[in-house]
């Protein structure tokens, strides 16, 4: 790479902010047997089981997981048109501008960070500054929960810069001062994850109180 050569955008996730992105997540959402079969069942009770009461849900995407949350929470998302489509769905969702300022602009204010399918979209230094931004959001003894693809998920969008398993993200969140709590595959063991698309690295790990 030459000296001044700018840094690959896809490092800071700036792919996933494009008008390509978001008709890629919004038409892998509506294919016909993802709206026949109970696809999204096993996601669902996963998040509920965790029991994360108030969520800042960053990078939320189409808003799917607040979705799934019974809109307990608020999102955040760069992507201004992934922003739209959340609160037509009747969540509430900020894009990274408009959360500032905003009344869910409060210190303390969550018990939880959720992060899914986020950190693979960018690199190391752009992970610790996402969570270094908002940490500050979660009260003493909350929790952040990182979920991220396995092999297969990983190799099936070319927006993901970096494999995180389950090494990755537990140094990332004890870099953060947080414990370790909880690491597991979903929703299949750990090797489905070659062969299964959506099989997730989950960790959660939490402040101190």
């Not at 996601?43 to 994360?52: I, P």
């Not at 969702?93 to 399918?117: N, Q, R």
């Amino acid at each position: 790479m030459p000296e001044h050569a700018a840094p690959d955008p896809r490092s800071t996730g700036s792919d996933t902010n494009s008008d390509a992105y978001t008709e890629r997540l919004v038409g892998l959402q509506t294919v016909w047997w993802k709206r026949v079969l109970p696809v999204q069942a096993p996601y669902r009770w996963n998040a509920r089981r965790l029991h994360l009461g108030r969520v800042l849900d960053v990078g939320c995407g189409l808003g799917r997981n607040l979705e799934h949350l019974d809109g307990n929470g608020v999102g955040i998302d760069h992507n201004a048109d992934l922003v739209a489509h959340a609160r037509s769905k009747g969540v509430v969702a900020y894009t990274t501008d408009e959360f500032a300022g905003s009344p869910d602009d409060v210190p303390g204010s969550f018990d939880a960070i959720l992060l899914a399918h986020v950190v693979e979209h960018v690199d190391d230094t752009t992970a610790h500054e996402i969570l270094t931004t908002y940490l500050p959001y979660v009260r003493p003894g909350g929790v952040v929960h990182v979920i991220t693809p396995q092999e297969r998920g990983q190799d099936s969008d070319p927006t993901h810069v970096r494999f995180c398993d389950f090494a990755v993200v537990e140094e990332l969140l004890r870099s953060h001062d947080l414990t370790i709590e909880r690491s597991y595959s979903f929703p299949f063991p750990r090797w489905a994850g070659k062969a299964f698309v959506y099989n997730e690295f989950n960790v959660s790990g939490r402040l101190a109180g």
